[in-house]
């Protein structure tokens, strides 16, 4: 007999791993990177129908964490189940904010609470529990900051190792955080995308494993898990919209997959949100090529913005994130670094929330789509609150201290 507690299964229906441009498969006990034949991202894909036995919508018995969905999760082996508690973060409904922008209904999911202040957590734990599941012990990763702290301490925790290359200009606590976790870091002039080439040529040279954004199958099942989370912390019923700050475009990417997921389980309909994108005025790649409803994005040149997860000029999941913009009907939205900062403000004010920029540049975005009449006030909408104000002090010093124009 079973007992209560075993009423799901302790299994992974982790199946094959699958290009999404040429749909060839992979076995996913390989390393795998990008597709091997063209280059382009890969997933995992799991046995849902067999899944959808032990994947009940009754989760109550399970751990907050991003293990909680372990059927549709890829490590196979429960010892490889780490965990730093990621996950699991509170949805807060914004009162003050919502009336302030003309919306009802408008939550935020605090993101800020995971492990090192980011949801890049999720995703980190993600790659490296299952790369450790297949035997790699030294990760590396080009960073714009936070999924270089999320990397070190996920490495740490599991005593493997972290390399992390970042942009010598990126705010000084993301680069002290890396050191404090143990990670090995390299400074490197110029954007993420430098970074990222330097990285190649380390790979070369010493064998280490690239946990890079969407270059390896693992880190979007990570991220997936806010959109398996939000839906059930709804109770399974889907909102009207989700605004997302777009850097590589994991979490938009990765929620498409969760929901899609969903359906095929029987948990949900055919019903989705509207995926919303914002980026900087300064580092747009995606907004521009959503505009000209273009598949893939134009690398953009001279990127900047203050807010470092934004300032990606080139995502190698472009056309994920683009088909998730288009086949949900939603939109993609500019702010300016003024009106980040403004919002920054407005959600500290009126709601007590302490935003990194990333995350409060929904609220910014939010409010201009309010404005245009593409969000209507009654609808459900959700800002992902992507990490905490915490982690970039000497912002905060900047806006409040010395009023200086960032
Ligand atoms: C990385 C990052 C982003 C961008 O996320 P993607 O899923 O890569 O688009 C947004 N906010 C914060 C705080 C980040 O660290
Ligand atoms: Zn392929």
């Known amino acids: 007999m079973k007992d209560q507690k075993e009423e799901y299964s302790n299994e992974s229906y982790l199946e094959s791993v699958i290009c999404t441009s ?22 995992a894909q799991y046995n ?10 009754n989760t109550s018995n399970r751990s907050y964490d991003i293990w909680r969905f372990l059927e549709i999760m890829p490590v196979v082996n429960p010892k490889f189940r780490y965990t730093l508690g990621e996950g ?10 919502g009336e302030h922008s003309g919306l009802k209904n408008l939550h935020l999911k605090e993101e800020g609470y ?25 990760f590396v990763i080009p960073t714009a900051g936070n999924a270089g702290a999320a990397l070190a301490a996920y490495a ?38 430098d ?11 010493q064998g280490w494993f690239d946990v890079s954004t969407l270059k390896e199958p693992y880190r979007v099942e990570g991220k997936k ?37 969903l359906e095929e389980l029987g948990i949900i309909g055919s019903e989705r949100p509207r995926m919303v994108t914002v980026q900087s005025s300064t580092c747009a790649p995606i907004v521009r090529a959503f505009e000209k409803g273009r598949k893939t994005a134009e690398f953009w040149k001279n990127a900047k913005t203050f807010a470092p997860g934004l300032r990606v000029p080139a995502a190698i999941g472009d056309y994920l994130i683009l088909n998730a913009l288009y086949e949900s009907k939603g939109t993609a939205v500019v702010v300016d670094d003024s009106e980040i900062i403004l919002a920054i403000k407005e959600l500290a004010k009126l709601e007590g929330i302490m935003q ?48 200086n124009n960032i």
């Open 225 to 261: 898990t806010m959109g398996l989370e939000l839906l059930e912390q709804f109770n399974w019923q889907v909102p009207d919209v989700i605004v997302y700050p777009t850097g590589g475009g994991t979490g938009i990417v990765g929620m498409w997959k969760a929901f899609t997921e």
């Open 356 to 403: 990194a920029p990333e995350g409060a540049s929904t609220y910014a975005g939010v409010r201009k789509l309010v404005e245009s009449g593409e969000i209507d006030s009654s609808e459900l909408v959700i800002l992902f609150g992507t990490g905490s104000g915490f982690i970039y002090p000497s912002l905060w010093k900047d806006i409040f201290l010395e009023q």
């Open 156 to 193: 740490a925790c599991t005593g493997t190792k972290a390399h992390v290359f970042m942009p010598d200009d990126t705010p000084s606590f993301l680069q002290s955080e890396v050191i404090a976790l143990g990670g090995e870091l390299t400074l490197i002039p110029g954007l993420i995308t």
């Open 22 to 43: 040429c749909n060839k498969h992979y076995s996913p006990t390989q390393k795998l990177g990008l597709c091997p034949a063209c280059n382009k991202v890969l997933f």
């Open 88 to 97: 699991w973060t509170p949805i807060l409904n914004l009162r003050n904010a």
């Open 48 to 57: 849902l129908e067999r899944a959808q036995e032990s994947f009940s919508r």
């Open 114 to 138: 995971n492990p090192t202040g980011t949801f890049k957590s999720r995703g980190l734990c993600a790659a490296v529990s299952k790369g450790i599941e297949l035997g790699i012990h030294d």
């Open 195 to 205: 970074a990222a080439a330097q990285v190649q040529i380390a790979i070369e040279n």
